[in-house]
Nanobody
């Protein structure tokens, strides 16, 4: 059974930090892209940060560069999203997804988690 399970969301004040985790099971972990997306109320889902599991290459949206860091523990089939200097505009449901290669397009990701809520207050 394919599972991508996110955790680590919560409520934080602006300027604070959170670390999200995504544990993958029932899927091939190597040679895949693990992506983080987010969706704010009334907005389309957008890509945030991705990591290609085999070589560790990372990709970031301009809106989070310098504040968010994506990493992995391949022994645990787990990816992380360290979010620092959080802003109210980072408030969204955050999703983990897996695809064959890293793109910013949702349709290229086959498997998705249920999401974890991040709320940043001013």
């Amino acid at each position: 059974q394919v599972q991508l399970v996110e955790s680590g969301g919560g409520s934080v004040q602006a300027g604070g930090s959170l670390r999200l985790s995504c544990a993958a099971s029932g899927v091939t972990y190597s040679n895949r892209c693990m992506g983080w997306f987010r969706q704010a109320p009334g907005k389309e889902r957008e890509g945030v940060a991705h990591i290609y599991t085999s070589n560790g290459n990372t990709y970031y949206a301009d809106s989070v560069k310098g504040r968010f860091t994506v990493s992995q523990d391949s022994a645990k089939n787990t990816v992380y999203l360290q979010m620092n200097s959080l802003k109210p505009e980072d408030t969204a449901m955050y999703y983990c997804a897996q695809g064959a290669y890293c793109t910013w397009y949702e349709r290229t990701y086959r498997y998705w988690g249920q999401g974890t809520q991040v709320t940043v207050s001013s």
